[in-house]
């Protein structure tokens, strides 16, 4: 390389490397890189070591008492001498409150997605998504604090009334408009116009007054309800449903936002309604980013531990009869960080072992959801992209 | 279908999905509104000269005078009180042994009662506990002992078919007849006269230390600690997930090693909190003994690894933003690849990854799960820097909680709870809405 000459006749060396500094330059540049590789690779040791030291510490337990009595049974007395372990109900538990959970805010959520990314108009747009923000920064005590000491007692002392409310205001409108769309439906076959418009009217006003009397029915049935503990599974199931909301919000929304302009034009151009854009073209297209939100917002809620620990009643029983979310219940979580306290100072016993069976569980389960569900995205992007 | 129905169809599809919007931002406030509300009760309430007496004792703030001034207004009050217990005490002496029993034990509720109102009452023993040598400090406080006080709370059983029905019959009642019973009227009208409720901020309960677990006092040990473990965090996870995010966006070639390690990265942020907290007692506590038991320190590590892929994640989106024509003029004008990376395309992530990093900071302070085991304990003083190696600290998280479920007397200190809560909750969410508007500065500044 040539030397450059400067004012003054001094040479800059700026442009000219020796074999020497070229040689030192490329193994500087080697060892960087390995320093950035190995850093990165951190993450993956930590991943292993999760796995490694919770495996290890969970397969006494296993080596102990077998994993019949751990999946089979619902006995619960790790303090008893000899103790039980039946996890089962605390098993149930967990997949009760997050099926609640689930059905609360994979809904709610799906909806909300849809109306961030198609129907709002960008400037409202903006102030919706801090809201999303905000409600996942708040942290999980806080949650739990709020299910424990203002929302547990007021279920436990107007529950019959709340839910008559969450009743009318939810199933209300639903029901309304499934009576329209029935009468509409119903009567489509009727070619003469004017006999079709008078018999739509009735069929819509006698079906009318079915769903309103049946809403009252059940209004009125709900309104009975006496609900004997407020820590209960349905409080639970509906915060733990708004903690899990804004992970499924985001992700669906990315999911929608990635179908892109083409599909929805289309579908206009046929004479297809917005929501008919969205129902058959739009929400197909995006179905299995949907379906990895939904994984991702289950895994938040059946990891979630301070809120059920808080405000789940912490009785480990299944629930009489099997549905009824208006009963205390046990999780996997609760239990860890319920009976680590007790269990930590007899390191190696059952008792220790069998909360990171628990923990193992819930690892192996979160593991293979996440693997699922970051399939799936990668599988979207690559059929919409066209490969 | 009909056209209308159609239409119909389609408009309330539009409503449901706004109804969910704002069904999400009512979840908000129905959350943080009595939170709010409750929260500021722990530091603006109608204090009593109790209150006032115990923040002279034990902080020493107030001015001597006014409080010996205020005591010796109440005193004529409560003298009065005191004299009708002795008159009552006497007359008992004088009863027969079976009505005298009748009495001794309803009247030592009542002196019970009456000693955590005014205080420790004269002829009473020097009690032990702090939470017995003060009357009742907040004046809310002061109005329901009061209406314990005057009404015995009985349960009506008569219909099995519901729930029992609460009534209250006057205590007075009781004691008809005899020189107690004027006691109650009196209270009932000069109690405000014997504690002097003023509204007082106490900003204290932000910075004092805690007197006799949560009774009295504030709680910055919890603040400090919470301060500790999430710094303590961001110190070991926000360089990780930096470097890393620079291998990851500058680096890496798409290849199968890569796309493991990505893999890592997502399981690791779908990891359940408490997994955590069982990987840091196994690993940090009980493995390589980081310390003997619980620790900031181990605190620490457990929660950095938990916020670790959240900063990856930002800071790599933070770096993909940097528009590729600043790499491109900064290689072309010769500078090396790291040079690049260092001078040009880091400072103009910066605020992006400043922002990943101030929400996974919030993040770090509200969790509760990971520091169970590793770091929190339920009573403790604060602790000094040095300590964060060896010695365990209480923690707003774990305190709401401990507080909440696990306290003896969780009842009577919901304000304390409600206090910590909002402490904790304007924490974390200040520290989002600084990151939300940085990041609205952000896409301004390159929108130009």
Known sequence: MAETTLVGGK????????????????????????????????????????????????????????????????????????????????????????IGSALIAVPLGISA????????????????KPVIEMLAAIPSVAYGFFALVIFAPLLQNHGGPILMWAWWLIAGPFVLLAVVVAGDLLTSRQTDESRRKTMRTMLTGVLGVIAVVFLYWVGKTLNAIQILSGTNAL????????????????????????????????????????????????????????????????????GETMVVWMASGNSSHIPDPWYNYLDSIRTLTATIAGDMGEADQVTGSARYHVLFAMGLLLLVFSFISNLVSERIVIRQRKILSGE | MNLGTRKILDRSFTVVGITSIMLMATALLVVVVPIFTGGIGAIYFEGTIEHRKLQYNEFGKGDRGAIERQIAETEPYRNEVFRILDAFGDEMETMEPGEKRNYLSKYK?????????????????????????????????????????????????????????????????????????????????????????????????????????????GIWAE????????????????????????????????????????????????????VFGLFGLAFFINTIKVSDSKSVLAGSLTLAIMILPTIIRAAEEAILAVPKTYKEASLALGSTKWRTIVTVILPAALPGIITGGIISLGRAAGETAPIIFTAAVSVGATIGLADVFTMPTPALSWNIYNLASEHEAANEIRHVQYGMVLALISIVLLLNLSAILLRARISKKLKG
């Not at chain 1, 960087?32 to 006494?60: K, N, Q, R």
């Not at chain 2, 004027?182 to 309960?205: H, V």
């Not at chain 2, 798409?254 to 990891?271: C, H």
């Open chain 1, 11 to 98: 040479k800059s060396e700026a442009f000219v490397l020796s074999p020497e500094k070229l040689r030192r330059q490329r193994i500087a540049k080697f060892i960087g890189e390995g320093f950035l590789l190995t850093v990165a690779s951190f993450v993956a040791i930590v991943v292993l070591f999760i796995f490694y030291f919770v495996a290890v510490d969970a397969i006494p337990f296993f080596q102990q008492r077998g994993f019949e009595e751990f999946f089979t049974s619902t006995g619960w007395y790790p303090a008893d001498d000899p103790g039980e372990f039946g996890a089962l109900a605390i098993i149930y538990g967990s997949g009760m409150v997050t």
């Open chain 1, 113 to 128: 997605a849809i109306c961030l990314s198609d129907v709002l108009p960008f400037s409202i747009r903006q102030y919706a």
């Open chain 1, 235 to 302: 409080n639970v199931s509906l915060i733990l449903s708004f903690m899990a909301l804004p992970t499924i919000v985001s992700v669906s929304e990315d999911s929608l936002q990635a179908v892109g302009r083409e599909l929805r034009e289309g579908s206009y151009a046929l004479g297809a309604t917005r929501a008919e854009t969205l129902v058959r073209t739009v929400l197909p297209a995006a179905s299995s980013g949907i379906l990895a939100a939904v994984i991702l917002g289950i895994m938040r809620a059946i």
């Open chain 2, 109 to 217: 509720k009542v002196r019970k009662m009456l000693s955590r109102l005014l205080g420790p009452l004269p002829g009473d023993q020097k009690p032990i506990l702090l939470r017995y040598q003060y009357g009742s400090t907040r004046w809310e406080k002061a109005e329901e002992l009061l209406h314990d006080l005057m009404f015995v709370t009985k349960w009506d059983y008569s219909n099995p078919d519901e729930m029992a029905k609460r009534y209250f019959v006057p205590r007075a009642d009781e004691f008809a007849g005899t020189a107690l019973a004027s006691l109650f009227l009196y209270l009932e009208n000069n109690l405000e006269k014997m504690l002097l409720p003023e509204r007082t901020f106490y900003w204290g309960f932000l910075t004092d230390r805690s007197l006799d677990a949560h009774i009295f006092g």
């Open chain 2, 223 to 274: 603040i400090q600690g919470t301060f500790f473990l999430a710094v303590g965090a961001m110190l070991f996870a926000f360089p990780l997930g930096v470097i890393a995010a620079i291998y990851f966006t500058e680096y890496a070639r798409d290849n199968f090693f890569t796309s493991i390690l990505r893999s890592a990265n997502s399981t690791l942020a779908g990891v359940p909190s408490i």
